[in-house]
T-cell receptor, first 113, second 117 residues
Framework: QKEVEQNSGPLSVPEGAIASLNCTYSDRGSQSFFWYRQYSGKSPELIMSIYSNGDKEDGRFTAQLNKASQYVSLLIRDSQPSDSATYLC?????????????FGTGTQLKVEL | EAQVTQNPRYLITVTGKKLTVTCSQNMNHEYMSWYRQDPGLGLRQIYYSMNVEVTDKGDVPEGYKVSRKEKRNFPLILESPSPNQTSLYFC????????????????FGPGTRLLVL
């Protein structure tokens, strides 16, 4: 089993709808999770991080973490065409004091007018 | 402006011709890393560095070298590039040791698109 798994999509939602992106992970010891957004041909940019079970909200974005079920999700409310991108889930691994990130392969989101 | 820069942004080369992709950050970060991104495979770590003169292999180090002589710079070297190294490469940096395994935000450079013929 891969360490981090995401459905590659594309996930298509109409403008104004809620987009739900999911990520499952295999390491029960994982303590924190990141969601990155990547526009086509561009570099990943961090949009959310979550460390505790439950929900974390930041504007139109909500990250949800369920450690017992080993999944983390990202909800985007009032989806806009500018949200169309690939969303990457990432787990940090503390290796020798550094911070290696293991990424999922990403879910492509398309927000349609 | 806090940033990670990479050069060149685009590069076409031929098999066996040594090349270097430079990476520089101005945030005084201890940790720097190189990733490659390929369709269907996502981002995979090539090498990382925890500080000056401290480097280690990531998940896909074969065919690559790195060095960390200065804190701000972390060049990626392809001694003898091959077509399977055609990819999109990202450099990233972050603060070093995090508390209680929380992880640190990584900041990515703009990417270098490499084509090896």
């Amino acid at each position: 089993q891969k360490e981090v798994e995401q459905n590659s999509g594309p996930l298509s939602v109409p403008e104004g709808a809620i987009a739900s992106l999911n990520c499952t992970y295999s390491d029960r010891g994982s303590q924190s999770f990141f969601w990155y957004r990547q526009y086509s041909g561009k570099s990943p940019e961090l949009i959310m991080s979550i460390y505790s079970n439950g929900d974390k909200e930041d504007g139109r974005f909500t990250a949800q973490l369920n450690k017992a079920s080993q999944y983390v999700s990202l909800l985007i409310r009032d989806s806009q065409p500018s949200d169309s991108a690939t969303y990457l889930c990432a787990l940090p691994h503390i290796t020798g004091g550094g911070n290696k990130l293991t990424f999922g392969t990403g879910t492509q989101l398309k927000v349609e007018l | 402006e806090a940033q990670v820069t990479q050069n060149p942004r685009y590069l076409i080369t031929v098999t066996g011709k040594k090349l270097t992709v430079t990476c520089s950050q101005n945030m005084n970060h201890e940790y720097m890393s190189w990733y490659r991104q390929d369709p269907g495979l996502g981002l995979r770590q090539i090498y990382y560095s925890m500080n000056v003169e401290v480097t280690d292999k990531g998940d896909v180090p074969e065919g690559y070298k790195v060095s960390r002589k200065e804190k701000r710079n972390f060049p990626l070297i392809l001694e003898s590039p091959s077509p399977n190294q055609t990819s999109l490469y990202f450099c990233a940096s972050s603060r070093g040791r995090s508390s209680q395994g929380a992880g640190e935000t990584q900041y990515f450079g703009p990417g270098t698109r490499l084509l090896v013929l």
